[in-house]
């Protein structure tokens, strides 16, 4: 792909319509797992069969969600005012929970892997869980190590723009109306 006109087109590079499509990647152990017997079922790095799709922060998708969010946390916010309640910060919980709303808001699927067969779901316990937002939050919100690799994958332009190579990139207004 070059230079059209000699001229860097920031089009080919738009966060807003490339980070729309999902990029998939394998959670990896956050350390040595031991197997109980001396060994390891996973090394830290290593994948450990969880697949998660997500879509790009700087998305179009997740730029509307961030306003929407923001949009709301000031109304809660002027309603507390407009009570006469008295002008505290939010709770630490508040904001960590929209923070949390936010990063599973990336996320559009999830698989697990075992035996060579994948399914639609994560295994935590005795539980499978489909990818709801309900079940992504409740996830998400229990494993902190889960949610850092996440975050990274979603802030990682890199993960978006890497399919230029691959296919030409989609028209910048397909996703802004």
């Known amino acids: 792909m070059g230079k059209p006109n000699g001229a860097f087109d920031f ?17 990896t152990a956050p ?9 390891f079922l996973f090394e830290k790095g290593d994948g450990i069969g969880v697949f ?13 969600y961030v306003r929407k969010e923001s949009n709301r946390l000031r109304r809660v916010e002027f ?12 709770p630490v919980e508040e904001t960590e929970d929209s923070v949390l709303r936010a990063l599973a808001a990336t996320i559009t699927a999830w698989r697990t892997v075992t035996g060579g ?14 990818c709801t937002p309900e079940n992504v939050q409740r996830w998400l919100k229990q494993f902190k190590w889960v949610r850092v690799q996440i975050d990274d994958q ?14 030409s990139p ?8």
């Open 11 to 27: 089009d080919i590079i738009n966060p807003l319509v490339l980070g729309e499509t999902p990029h998939e990647f394998e959670i």
């Open 31 to 39: 350390a040595d797992v031991p197997d109980g017997k001396g060994g």
């Open 52 to 64: 998660i799709s997500l879509i790009g922060a700087e998305s179009a998708t997740m730029q509307t």
């Open 79 to 90: 309603e507390r005012q407009r009570r006469g309640d008295k002008a505290e910060a939010a």
């Open 117 to 130: 067969k994948s399914e639609s779901v994560v295994i935590w316990g005795d539980e499978r869980l489909e």
């Open 154 to 167: 979603t802030s990682e332009l890199a993960n978006f723009i890497g399919r230029l190579s691959k296919a």
């Open 170 to 177: 989609p028209s910048p207004q397909a996703n802004l109306s």
